[in-house]
């Protein structure tokens, strides 16, 4: 309880500390949350109860999964957990109208399709082998746009420091 109220008030203070640099941002979604863990290495007696992924270092580990909202400044969920739990059980269902920011280790296609089925949206930073499918590009030249249009991301090279901006489509496990 204590490492949760800890967390929970340096993000909101974060937050706090930022929210004026994000003006508008809500403007198409009904909420954007941020979804993350966060991990801590916690003393060796307790590896039965928290296992840690990393036994030789950290025997012992925990793993606060946080989606807060960046439109209320609150937690909308907060679990502890061992931190060799997969992250995937804990990616949130989705709700209409809202964005959910999610990190690498939250790529699963089968729950972020049924994230979208339910009408909210995602952005997700991918891991290094994700191939996907180039279906539209936002801005850019028209030549660039339809050169990558169609493709799959890694056959079309992108300059360092520039910004681009794709809507893809992913294969699930199942090749669907």
């Not at 929210?19 to 941002?25: C, E, I, Q, T």
């Not at 840690?52 to 270092?57: E, I, Q, S, Y």
């Not at 964005?99 to 930073?125: C, F, H, Q, S």
């Not at 850019?140 to 991301?153: E, L, T």
């Amino acid at each position: 309880r204590f490492i949760t109220a800890l967390y929970q008030q340096h993000v909101s203070q974060l937050y706090l500390d930022h929210r004026d640099k994000l003006p508008g941002v809500f403007d198409r979604f009904a909420d954007v949350r941020s979804h993350d863990g966060s991990s801590w290495a916690i003393d060796d007696l307790l590896s039965n109860l928290y296992p840690g992924r990393f036994t030789k270092v950290s025997p012992a580990a925990i793993e606060l999964h946080a989606t807060f909202s960046l439109k209320t400044l609150s937690y909308q969920k907060l679990v502890m957990a061992p931190d060799k739990q997969s992250e995937h059980d804990f990616i949130p269902e989705g709700e209409s109208g809202v964005l959910y920011l999610l990190d690498r280790g939250y790529v699963n296609v089968p729950k972020l399709e049924r994230m979208t089925a339910l009408g909210g949206y995602y952005i997700v930073r991918s891991k290094t082998n994700c191939n996907p499918l180039i279906t539209a590009v936002n801005g850019g030249s028209p030549f660039q746009n339809r050169s990558r249009v169609g493709k799959k991301f890694k056959h079309k090279p992108l300059k360092k420091g520039k910004d681009y901006d794709f809507q893809v489509q992913m294969k699930a496990g199942d090749g669907q």
